[in-house]
């Protein structure tokens, strides 16, 4: 079956996800969320639930994300520890792939918050090393000593193949912009394809880390209370380094921002101070972040240095590769998304000198 708004409360009290009693007791609210998913909230003003059904296109049919999504909550929640990092899972429907999970109440998207509500950053920083840290630490433990049957396959990052993210689709005409900016650059596309070369197959990783998929939670008297993190549909064996570069990219997009919003004022001077303290802040949000995931992770010293060469590579193609999916349906590079090329292109560039201009270390 399909899910709509109109269906979604039949199929919960059929399969037992809410009593009638449950549901009579509270006044509820069903509110589409529909992006690459067909997703639903379903809350009451105490708890809540988030459903996703993956609709197969054409001949997509071997699709398993949202059953690795189920299967990653099942096991952190026998971890224990991980409870609070990630959703509790609700059930999954096989057939019509559908993932129910637990809504995490009073919480938004910290991309939401640091563009919105002008959040803090630093705080929510620790809190991602901390937590990010944990789950890589439980869950790749858990493939030597659990007994669970999830098939593990490490795939590379497809941004490490360039010509291949065009490869059979429709682009619009700026991702086209973008490719052909990667082909006349060829430092460029040679600096991300040498990354192939790079990836360490070293833990269990999100795969799909950004400041989209990550929660910030509030308490009653509206504190900052903890993160989550949501949308393991890539959940697989990989390189740790790789997620750890998907929140620096969430917080380097932060900067080119506010070099686009300051590129655009016709009185630079005015807004120069919005530049340095957001690259400040920025600076110090990166450094208490990898700070708090090294304590948390007890990587070795030793290996520290070689993670950070690699973070700040990875970064890079992350920044490419989150410039690309936004120009999906769009006809012009945007000065954002050249600011983005830019930045991923010095980091490939000179990495070492670059990394330390931008994340301050
Ligand atoms: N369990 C949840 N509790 C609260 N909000 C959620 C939950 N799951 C998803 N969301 C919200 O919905 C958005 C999309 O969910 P996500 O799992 O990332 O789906 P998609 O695969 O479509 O990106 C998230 O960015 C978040 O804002
Ligand atoms: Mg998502």
Redesign the pocket.
Known sequence: MILTRHNVLRFLLSNNCITLRELLDESWEVVD?S???N?F?FISSSRGF?I?QYIPEGERFSYFGLKREYQCYLLAEDLGALNEAM?KAVCYFDDDNILI????TT?M?IFSYFREVDGDMQEIASLLGEELSKCHFLLSQSIKFSDNDVQFSSQKPSIFSPKKMSEGRELSLAQKQCIGILEKHRNLMDGLISLDAEWKVNGLIHNDMKL??C?VRFNTSKHISGVTF??W?GFNTGDIAWDLAGIIEGYLTLLSSAMQRQAKKTHLFDHSKELSEISGQVRASLRVFWASYIEGSKIDAAYVKVLLKRVAKYSAARLIQSTYNKLENRNELSLDALLQIQLAHNLLAEPELNRQKLFGF
């Not at 999970?101 to 995490?104: H, N």
């Open positions: 969320h992006s690459k998913n997703n909230s988030f996703k959703p999970t637990e809504y995490v919480s998207s989209e998929n929660l949501l949308d549909e």
